[in-house]
Nanobody
Framework: QVQLVESGGGLVQAGDSLSLSCQFS????????VAWFRQDPGKDRDFVGSISWIGDRIYYADSAKGRFFITRDTTKKITYLQMNNVRPDDTAVYYC???WGAGQNYPLRRPDEYDWWGQGTQVTVST
């Protein structure tokens, strides 16, 4: 079993920065690629970005490129999503997801490609 716990969400203003964390536990973190998704109520869960299990391949959705950055701390088993210059349309519940061996040669962009999910953290961006 893999457990994922997101934290760091909250209410921020447009233009602010915010850092989300995804704490991994249960199995060997170094074997898992981790992705971030986000979801508005009534809408699909959208890919934000991912980092490979090795940690050297990072992919982003177009909406995140240049503003969001994903890193991972293998010692702490945490994956971070640094969100800069946030916009109101970034408002969503943000989820992290993990999959064994994922994200090295190509990103896994669909939610159904991931077996393990966190409970989500709400990010609200005001104008």
């Amino acid at each position: 079993q893999v457990q994922l716990v997101e934290s760091g969400g909250g209410l921020v203003q447009a233009g602010d920065s915010l850092s989300l964390s995804c704490q991994f536990s249960g199995r060997s973190f170094s074997n898992y690629g981790v992705a971030w998704f986000r979801q508005d109520p009534g809408k699909d869960r959208d890919f934000v970005g991912s980092i490979s299990w090795i940690g050297d391949r990072i992919y982003y959705a177009d909406s995140a490129k240049g503003r969001f950055f994903i890193t991972r701390d293998t010692t702490k088993k945490i994956t971070y999503l640094q969100m800069n210059n946030v916009r109101p349309d970034d408002t969503a519940v943000y989820y992290c997801a993990a999959e064994w061996g994922a994200g090295q040669n190509y990103p896994l962009r669909r939610p159904d490609e991931y077996d393990w999910w966190g409970q989500g953290t709400q990010v609200t961006v005001s104008t």
